[in-house]
């Protein structure tokens, strides 16, 4: 499969190329050329099939040739080696749980694919590759996790001090090897400035091969198809109409959902679940496009001002305006309304959420209420376990909440990260 880039004014390349490079070089997004339908019998037997043999089959006309049939199913074993339940909630909302990897968020799936993608194109080059990211919290983790011990990868990983949760911090800063943390004197939005400046400085990228690990990367953004497929292995027998609600920042997760349906997946509707970072929420009611600065949130992984895959739903709509509409709903909630709906979530179901599901979870109850349909049922995505998120958590449902193994087992390491304050200290540092 080969890529095009969204501002069409650069050379259409491979997997291989557009995974390396992470933006194309006249900063457009990468866009597969092509999506071809799985058979319909794939999705009628999907229950006969092991989640490996589903992620197979769905991302292998994006990869291939680039990595040999055998190397990718290696690849997508080794991603996949925790579970996706769906958990229901009542007769018409269940959830997918998507936290049970080794840093308990979604993004885990995208960042261990990734990684396993770079390390085979690396293992026969000599010029190492180094993954610029910044992070407000979940990426960093992801990445580092994703990424620790891979030949000829190195990660440097820019977090604002301070302003990461303490468990989020660990997992960022206690890995060692390849990976390294540095601490921003700052916020998010100083440490994303820092990479972008980075990946434009050209006397910088002449003397090293610089590529990104957030979702605007290929390798990090398509498997995130997989789970929709999961979910849809686990209900398609009990429900006639499923719709995913996606908690979304950056729309990479809801946009690899898209995807999925593309490639056949039978989806009723989707529906983007906002904080009062709302772009897309006004966008679908004014068809105005109007990126805001971001605000600060309880559900911070979602405190994105100008999501960065909107551009590839729109591709995948080809820009028309009532297709995306018939698709897609979005609705936008408020700090205090996700702290409602994570005490009822407790109270109702026994179900301690983090916020970032609970604002998934108003979505399902905003979209019913709009559409009642007896034959639709709603996921939302829980993207991350609630104790990533443990202030907010305890403070709500007012009960301690025991650590999963995964995060015991990082509180007790020590904290390595380097401190820095500017570009020119950032560029040292890479070039040192
Ligand atoms: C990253 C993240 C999101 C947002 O996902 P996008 O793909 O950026 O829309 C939602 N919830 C959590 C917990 C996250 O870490």
Wanted: glycine share 6%; charged share 20%; with cysteine.
């Amino acid at each position: 499969m080969n890529y095009y880039s969204l501002n069409h004014k650069a050379p259409n390349t491979t997997f291989k190329d557009a995974v390396i490079k992470g933006l194309a070089p006249d900063k457009g997004l990468y866009f597969p050329e092509s999506i071809t339908p799985l058979s319909k019998e794939f999705f009628e037997n999907i229950d006969n099939l092991s989640n490996v043999d589903i992620a197979f089959e769905a991302i292998k006309q994006f990869v291939s040739p680039g990595i040999p049939d055998a190397i990718l199913k290696t690849i997508v074993e080794e991603t996949l080696s925790f579970d996706f339940p769906v958990v229901k909630l009542n007769d018409h909302i269940s959830t997918l749980e998507l936290f049970h990897g080794p840093t308990m968020a979604f993004k885990d799936v995208g960042a261990r694919f990734m990684a396993r993608c770079l390390g085979y194109f690396n293992q026969n080059n000599d010029r190492e590759v180094t993954v610029l990211v910044a992070t407000s919290g979940d990426t960093g983790g992801a990445v580092a996790n994703g990424f620790l011990g891979v030949k000829g990868v190195n990660v440097v990983i820019l977090y604002p001090s301070g302003k990461v949760s303490d468990i989020q911090e660990k997992q960022l800063t206690t890995l060692g090897q390849n990976i390294k943390a540095l601490e921003i004197h700052g916020t998010f939005d100083d440490c994303q400035a820092m990479v972008k400046t980075a990946f434009l400085d050209e006397n910088l990228t002449s003397k090293m091969q610089l590529t990104s690990a957030n979702s605007i990367n290929v390798a990090r953004w398509l498997p995130q198809l997989f789970y929709f497929m999961f979910a849809y292995k686990q209900l398609h027998k009990t429900y006639k109409n499923i719709v995913f609600t996606v908690p979304s920042g950056n729309f990479g997760n809801i946009c690899a959902g898209m995807m999925a349906q593309q490639l056949g997946l039978p989806v009723h509707h989707f529906v983007a679940a906002n904080n009062a970072n709302n772009v897309v929420t006004r966008y679908l009611i004014s068809q105005l496009y109007e990126p805001k600065p971001s605000v600060q949130t309880i559900s911070n992984a979602m405190d994105v001002g100008a999501p960065s895959n909107f551009v590839r739903i729109q591709e995948i709509y080809k820009n028309n305006f009532e297709t995306l509409k018939d698709n897609l709903s979005s609705y936008s909630f408020t700090d205090d309304k996700t702290k409602e709906a994570m005490l009822e979530m407790f109270n109702n179901y026994n179900y301690v959420a983090d916020p970032h599901g609970a604002v998934g979870y108003l979505g399902c109850n905003a979209y019913l209420k709009e559409n009642p349909d007896p034959d639709a049922h709603c996921v939302f995505l829980e993207t991350a376990h609630p104790t990533k998120f443990l202030d907010v958590v305890e403070e709500v449902v007012k009960e301690k909440q025991p650590l999963p193994e995964q995060i015991q087992s990082v509180m007790d390491k020590d904290k390595v990260s380097v401190k820095i304050s500017t570009y020119e200290d950032l560029k040292h540092f890479l070039l040192t």
